[in-house]
């Protein structure tokens, strides 16, 4: 599952479209939670995109 921030549809459309095409239509959660949740991650991938609310969480079902 994918999880994005509300605030990416209305600022960031193009990545939410490139999202959506990818892996569907993802989970909503505000941009506090995301930043919040991702403390609990146990990978980052830097991919230099540099737009505003281009972040996102991918999870894998394969429980650690």
Request: charged share 20%.
């Amino acid at each position: 599952k994918i999880v994005v921030a509300r605030e990416t549809s209305e600022v960031n459309p193009a990545v939410l479209a490139l999202l959506v095409g990818h892996f569907g239509e993802p989970e909503w959660t505000s941009h506090e939670e995301l930043k919040a949740e991702s403390g609990r991650a146990q990978l980052f991938i830097r991919t230099g995109e540099a737009t505003a609310f281009a972040n996102v969480i991918l999870q894998c079902g394969v429980p650690f």
